[in-house]
């Protein structure tokens, strides 16, 4: 599941950067442009704490079942 995962998260960088770069050359406004970077920041940036909070709630969720047991 992880690699699915991995894979639609490569993608998607990867179809922001054809986006940026066909914007760019097409002569597209500016807001456009400035849209497709801040997306292309920003979509990691959530992604890395999605799986932060993931993590942290995981141990947290392990640690419950172990003082349960």
């Known amino acids: 599941m992880k690699r699915i995962f991995a ?3 490569v993608f998607v ?3 922001l950067f ?6 760019a050359v ?5 807001g456009a442009i ?10 990691p940036a959530i992604l890395y704490g999605c799986m932060l909070f ?3 709630t995981g141990k947290r969720r392990e ?3 172990e003082d349960g047991e």
């Open 7 to 9: 894979w639609a998260g």
């Open 13 to 15: 960088i990867a179809a």
């Open 18 to 23: 054809v986006l940026l770069i066909v914007l």
């Open 26 to 30: 097409s002569g597209a406004e500016a």
């Open 34 to 43: 400035v849209a497709a970077l801040v997306c292309l920041v920003l979509f």
């Open 54 to 56: 993931y993590r942290m």
């Open 63 to 65: 640690n419950e079942k």
